[in-house]
Protein backbone atom coordinates (compact mmCIF):
# COMPACT_ATOMS: atom_id res chain seq x y z
CA UNK A 1 0.00 0.00 0.00
CA UNK A 2 2.67 2.28 1.11
CA UNK A 3 4.66 1.38 -2.37
CA UNK A 4 1.92 2.64 -4.63
CA UNK A 5 1.49 6.04 -2.61
CA UNK A 6 4.89 6.43 -3.13
CA UNK A 7 4.27 5.31 -7.39
CA UNK A 8 1.96 7.66 -7.19
CA UNK A 9 3.97 10.92 -5.84
CA UNK A 10 6.50 9.99 -8.67
CA UNK A 11 3.94 10.01 -11.03
CA UNK A 12 2.11 12.70 -10.51
CA UNK A 13 5.89 14.65 -9.71
CA UNK A 14 7.25 13.43 -13.34
CA UNK A 15 3.65 14.51 -15.00
CA UNK A 16 4.06 17.85 -13.59
CA UNK A 17 7.82 17.88 -14.67
CA UNK A 18 6.41 16.93 -18.15
CA UNK A 19 3.97 19.66 -18.24
CA UNK A 20 6.71 22.20 -17.29
CA UNK A 21 8.42 21.12 -19.80
CA UNK A 22 5.68 21.32 -22.76
CA UNK A 23 4.77 24.58 -21.37
CA UNK A 24 6.65 27.36 -23.67
CA UNK A 25 8.75 29.71 -21.91
CA UNK A 26 7.18 33.58 -21.49
CA UNK A 27 8.37 35.85 -24.22
CA UNK A 28 11.14 38.25 -22.94
CA UNK A 29 9.53 42.06 -22.46
CA UNK A 30 9.18 43.70 -25.65
CA UNK A 31 12.30 46.65 -26.03
CA UNK A 32 10.95 50.45 -25.18
CA UNK A 33 10.32 52.28 -28.27
CA UNK A 34 12.57 54.51 -29.14
CA UNK A 35 11.79 58.08 -28.06
CA UNK A 36 12.34 61.00 -30.74
CA UNK A 37 14.64 63.43 -29.84
CA UNK A 38 12.67 67.04 -29.22
CA UNK A 39 13.88 69.70 -31.21
CA UNK A 40 16.65 72.14 -29.87
CA UNK A 41 14.76 74.85 -28.48
CA UNK A 42 15.15 77.97 -30.68
CA UNK A 43 17.11 81.12 -29.33
CA UNK A 44 15.54 83.41 -27.67
CA UNK A 45 15.17 86.97 -29.32
CA UNK A 46 15.82 89.74 -27.38
CA UNK A 47 13.58 92.35 -27.64
CA UNK A 48 11.81 95.21 -26.04
CA UNK A 49 8.56 93.84 -25.21
CA UNK A 50 5.09 95.25 -25.88
CA UNK A 51 4.66 97.70 -23.29
CA UNK A 52 7.92 99.17 -24.20
CA UNK A 53 6.89 99.72 -27.87
CA UNK A 54 3.36 100.44 -27.39
CA UNK A 55 3.70 103.47 -25.13
CA UNK A 56 7.15 105.10 -25.68
CA UNK A 57 4.88 108.15 -27.63
CA UNK A 58 6.33 109.53 -30.36
CA UNK A 59 7.49 113.29 -31.31
CA UNK A 60 5.90 114.42 -35.33
CA UNK A 61 5.90 117.29 -37.48
CA UNK A 62 2.97 116.20 -39.30
CA UNK A 63 -0.89 117.15 -37.98
CA UNK A 64 -2.55 114.00 -36.33
CA UNK A 65 -6.43 114.11 -37.03
CA UNK A 66 -8.13 114.56 -33.83
CA UNK A 67 -11.67 114.17 -35.55
CA UNK A 68 -12.14 110.97 -33.38
CA UNK A 69 -12.11 111.09 -30.03
CA UNK A 70 -12.82 109.21 -26.73
CA UNK A 71 -16.61 111.09 -25.49
CA UNK A 72 -17.64 109.27 -22.52
CA UNK A 73 -17.35 105.18 -20.49
CA UNK A 74 -19.12 103.47 -18.23
CA UNK A 75 -19.76 104.47 -14.60
CA UNK A 76 -19.37 107.91 -16.10
CA UNK A 77 -20.97 109.44 -13.29
CA UNK A 78 -18.29 109.22 -10.84
CA UNK A 79 -15.45 107.50 -13.66
CA UNK A 80 -12.87 110.46 -14.78
CA UNK A 81 -10.42 107.75 -16.36
CA UNK A 82 -10.39 104.25 -18.11
CA UNK A 83 -7.92 101.61 -17.82
CA UNK A 84 -7.43 98.02 -18.84
CA UNK A 85 -10.88 96.12 -19.17
CA UNK A 86 -13.26 99.29 -19.01
CA UNK A 87 -15.33 100.43 -21.53
CA UNK A 88 -15.24 104.05 -23.33
CA UNK A 89 -17.38 105.55 -25.98
CA UNK A 90 -15.96 106.89 -28.81
CA UNK A 91 -17.67 109.89 -31.46
CA UNK A 92 -17.91 107.15 -34.62
CA UNK A 93 -20.72 104.71 -35.42
CA UNK A 94 -21.97 102.93 -38.05
CA UNK A 95 -22.47 105.60 -40.33
CA UNK A 96 -19.04 106.38 -40.16
CA UNK A 97 -17.96 102.81 -40.97
CA UNK A 98 -16.69 101.86 -37.88
CA UNK A 99 -17.00 97.78 -36.76
CA UNK A 100 -17.26 95.33 -34.19
CA UNK A 101 -13.71 94.51 -33.71
CA UNK A 102 -12.04 97.21 -35.08
CA UNK A 103 -9.14 98.34 -32.80
CA UNK A 104 -7.51 101.60 -32.33
CA UNK A 105 -4.47 103.21 -30.83
CA UNK A 106 -5.39 105.85 -28.14
CA UNK A 107 -2.88 109.28 -27.75
CA UNK A 108 -2.80 112.23 -26.49
CA UNK A 109 -1.12 115.52 -27.02
CA UNK A 110 1.73 116.41 -24.59
CA UNK A 111 2.71 119.30 -23.06
CA UNK A 112 5.69 119.98 -20.03
CA UNK A 113 4.03 120.98 -17.10
CA UNK A 114 7.14 122.93 -16.39
CA UNK A 115 8.24 124.43 -19.65
CA UNK A 116 11.62 125.81 -18.28
CA UNK A 117 14.48 125.00 -20.51
CA UNK A 118 17.26 122.86 -19.59
CA UNK A 119 19.89 123.80 -22.22
CA UNK A 120 19.49 126.84 -24.28
CA UNK A 121 18.47 125.27 -27.49
CA UNK A 122 15.92 123.16 -26.45
CA UNK A 123 13.04 125.11 -27.50
CA UNK A 124 14.01 125.61 -30.66
CA UNK A 125 14.64 122.25 -31.13
CA UNK A 126 11.48 121.06 -29.76
CA UNK A 127 9.53 123.16 -32.36
CA UNK A 128 11.89 121.41 -35.11
CA UNK A 129 10.96 118.15 -34.49
CA UNK A 130 7.04 118.98 -34.01
CA UNK A 131 4.39 117.78 -31.25
CA UNK A 132 5.17 115.64 -28.75
CA UNK A 133 2.07 112.36 -28.00
CA UNK A 134 1.39 109.97 -25.66
CA UNK A 135 0.63 106.73 -26.20
CA UNK A 136 -2.48 105.74 -23.58
CA UNK A 137 -3.12 102.62 -25.06
CA UNK A 138 -5.54 100.26 -27.19
CA UNK A 139 -9.16 99.65 -27.55
CA UNK A 140 -11.25 97.37 -29.48
CA UNK A 141 -14.88 97.80 -30.46
CA UNK A 142 -17.51 95.60 -29.16
CA UNK A 143 -20.84 96.99 -30.15
CA UNK A 144 -21.61 99.78 -33.03
CA UNK A 145 -24.45 102.28 -33.01
CA UNK A 146 -25.22 104.54 -35.82
CA UNK A 147 -23.39 107.95 -34.56
CA UNK A 148 -21.30 106.48 -31.69
CA UNK A 149 -19.21 102.95 -30.55
CA UNK A 150 -18.62 101.06 -27.53
CA UNK A 151 -14.91 100.06 -27.27
CA UNK A 152 -12.94 97.83 -24.91
CA UNK A 153 -9.87 98.96 -23.14
CA UNK A 154 -7.96 96.12 -23.80
CA UNK A 155 -4.32 97.26 -23.33
CA UNK A 156 -3.29 100.67 -21.22
CA UNK A 157 -0.36 102.72 -20.66
CA UNK A 158 -2.31 105.02 -18.27
CA UNK A 159 -5.73 106.41 -17.95
CA UNK A 160 -7.60 107.23 -20.63
CA UNK A 161 -10.33 110.28 -20.54
CA UNK A 162 -12.60 112.11 -22.47
CA UNK A 163 -10.74 113.90 -25.35
CA UNK A 164 -8.28 111.62 -26.03
CA UNK A 165 -7.03 111.04 -29.89
CA UNK A 166 -8.26 107.65 -31.56
CA UNK A 167 -5.76 106.66 -34.59
CA UNK A 168 -7.04 103.51 -36.62
CA UNK A 169 -4.53 100.67 -34.71
CA UNK A 170 -0.99 100.20 -36.80
CA UNK A 171 1.45 97.62 -35.87
CA UNK A 172 4.46 99.03 -34.58
CA UNK A 173 7.93 97.44 -36.00
CA UNK A 174 9.63 96.01 -32.94
CA UNK A 175 13.80 95.88 -33.26
CA UNK A 176 16.07 93.07 -31.84
CA UNK A 177 19.00 93.91 -29.59
CA UNK A 178 22.03 93.88 -30.63
CA UNK A 179 24.89 91.08 -29.66
CA UNK A 180 26.07 92.50 -25.58
CA UNK A 181 29.80 93.72 -25.56
CA UNK A 182 31.69 95.17 -23.76
CA UNK A 183 30.67 99.21 -22.83
CA UNK A 184 33.59 101.43 -24.43
CA UNK A 185 33.34 104.37 -21.95
CA UNK A 186 35.31 106.77 -24.55
CA UNK A 187 34.39 105.02 -27.75
CA UNK A 188 36.40 106.74 -30.75
CA UNK A 189 33.41 109.15 -32.92
CA UNK A 190 31.25 106.83 -35.04
CA UNK A 191 31.72 109.95 -38.29
CA UNK A 192 27.98 109.63 -38.26
CA UNK A 193 25.22 112.11 -38.23
CA UNK A 194 25.20 114.00 -34.52
CA UNK A 195 22.40 115.46 -32.63
CA UNK A 196 20.83 115.90 -29.58
CA UNK A 197 18.86 114.52 -26.23
CA UNK A 198 16.17 116.96 -26.85
CA UNK A 199 13.58 115.39 -24.03
CA UNK A 200 12.47 112.75 -22.27
CA UNK A 201 9.06 111.30 -23.01
CA UNK A 202 7.91 112.46 -19.43
CA UNK A 203 9.57 116.05 -19.64
CA UNK A 204 12.17 115.25 -16.90
CA UNK A 205 15.88 116.55 -17.37
CA UNK A 206 17.56 113.27 -16.78
CA UNK A 207 17.62 109.29 -18.04
CA UNK A 208 18.64 106.04 -17.12
CA UNK A 209 18.63 102.32 -18.30
CA UNK A 210 15.34 101.60 -19.62
CA UNK A 211 13.86 105.41 -20.15
CA UNK A 212 12.39 106.79 -23.24
CA UNK A 213 14.16 110.09 -24.65
CA UNK A 214 13.36 112.28 -27.72
CA UNK A 215 16.77 113.19 -29.76
CA UNK A 216 16.41 115.09 -32.86
CA UNK A 217 17.00 113.07 -36.35
CA UNK A 218 14.92 111.39 -38.02
CA UNK A 219 13.55 109.76 -41.17
CA UNK A 220 14.58 112.79 -43.21
CA UNK A 221 18.32 111.86 -41.93
CA UNK A 222 18.51 108.41 -42.82
CA UNK A 223 17.73 107.05 -39.38
CA UNK A 224 15.80 103.88 -38.97
CA UNK A 225 14.22 101.26 -36.63
CA UNK A 226 16.49 99.18 -34.52
CA UNK A 227 19.56 101.48 -35.18
CA UNK A 228 21.48 102.42 -32.01
CA UNK A 229 22.45 105.91 -31.05
CA UNK A 230 25.63 106.66 -28.89
CA UNK A 231 25.08 109.21 -26.01
CA UNK A 232 28.15 111.75 -25.12
CA UNK A 233 29.01 115.06 -23.01
CA UNK A 234 32.13 116.94 -24.09
CA UNK A 235 33.86 118.18 -21.01
CA UNK A 236 34.03 121.85 -20.68
CA UNK A 237 30.77 122.91 -22.72
CA UNK A 238 28.53 124.76 -21.16
CA UNK A 239 25.17 124.60 -22.45
CA UNK A 240 22.97 123.96 -19.75
CA UNK A 241 21.15 126.91 -18.55
CA UNK A 242 21.62 125.92 -14.45
CA UNK A 243 23.82 128.91 -13.23
CA UNK A 244 27.42 127.75 -13.15
CA UNK A 245 30.87 129.55 -12.43
CA UNK A 246 32.55 129.62 -15.92
CA UNK A 247 35.16 127.53 -16.21
CA UNK A 248 34.51 125.71 -13.36
CA UNK A 249 35.89 122.44 -14.30
CA UNK A 250 39.07 123.70 -13.77
CA UNK A 251 38.99 126.67 -11.33
CA UNK A 252 37.02 124.70 -8.84
CA UNK A 253 37.95 126.63 -5.11
CA UNK A 254 39.54 124.54 -2.93
CA UNK A 255 39.93 121.56 -5.14
CA UNK A 256 43.06 121.79 -7.33
CA UNK A 257 43.60 123.83 -10.15
CA UNK A 258 45.24 123.75 -13.73
CA UNK A 259 47.72 126.21 -14.60
CA UNK A 260 45.99 126.62 -18.40
CA UNK A 261 42.26 125.66 -19.72
CA UNK A 262 41.42 123.15 -21.64
CA UNK A 263 38.20 123.32 -24.26
CA UNK A 264 36.01 120.14 -25.75
CA UNK A 265 38.44 119.80 -28.17
CA UNK A 266 41.46 119.31 -25.88
CA UNK A 267 39.88 116.53 -23.85
CA UNK A 268 38.61 112.68 -24.08
CA UNK A 269 34.91 112.69 -24.70
CA UNK A 270 32.67 111.48 -22.30
CA UNK A 271 30.34 108.12 -23.63
CA UNK A 272 27.74 107.68 -20.74
CA UNK A 273 25.41 105.48 -22.89
CA UNK A 274 23.74 103.74 -26.04
CA UNK A 275 20.10 103.44 -27.00
CA UNK A 276 18.23 101.35 -29.62
CA UNK A 277 15.34 103.20 -31.63
CA UNK A 278 12.04 102.24 -31.35
CA UNK A 279 10.27 104.70 -33.26
CA UNK A 280 11.13 107.39 -36.19
CA UNK A 281 9.55 110.13 -37.40
CA UNK A 282 10.73 112.89 -40.10
CA UNK A 283 12.82 114.78 -37.43
CA UNK A 284 12.71 113.05 -34.33
CA UNK A 285 13.34 109.35 -33.10
CA UNK A 286 12.02 107.58 -30.35
CA UNK A 287 15.29 105.62 -28.33
CA UNK A 288 14.97 103.66 -25.35
CA UNK A 289 18.25 103.52 -23.64
CA UNK A 290 19.72 100.38 -23.06
CA UNK A 291 23.10 101.06 -21.09
CA UNK A 292 23.68 103.88 -18.71
CA UNK A 293 26.87 104.47 -17.40
CA UNK A 294 25.53 107.70 -15.69
CA UNK A 295 22.29 110.23 -15.53
CA UNK A 296 22.00 111.27 -19.47
CA UNK A 297 20.60 115.21 -19.66
CA UNK A 298 18.61 117.14 -22.14
CA UNK A 299 21.51 118.63 -23.99
CA UNK A 300 23.99 115.22 -23.80
CA UNK A 301 24.82 114.47 -27.65
CA UNK A 302 24.00 111.75 -29.45
CA UNK A 303 25.34 110.22 -32.93
CA UNK A 304 24.21 106.96 -34.92
CA UNK A 305 26.59 104.04 -34.11
Known amino acids: MRMNAVGLCFAILAGAGLCAAQTEPAPAPAAP ?11 AVHQPDYSTVYCSGFVTDQLVPEDMH ?42 DPMPLPWFKWQKKLMRAMGTPYEDQGRI ?23 GD ?26 GKEVAMVVTTSMFQPSA ?5 VYVNLGSNQGVKVGEYFRVFRYQGT ?7 EE ?18 EDLPREVLGEGIVLNVTRNSSVVLITVASSEIYDGDYVEIE
Open 70 to 111: VISGEQSTYKTTFTSGDYVYINRGESQGVKAGDEFLVLRRSK
Open 247 to 264: NYHFKLYGFGGTREEYGP
Open 33 to 43: APVAAEPAAAP
Open 140 to 162: QVVQVKEKISIAKVIFSCGAMQR
Open 165 to 190: IIRPFEARPVPTYKEPAAFDHFAPKS
Open 208 to 212: GRNDV
Open 238 to 244: RNETVPQ
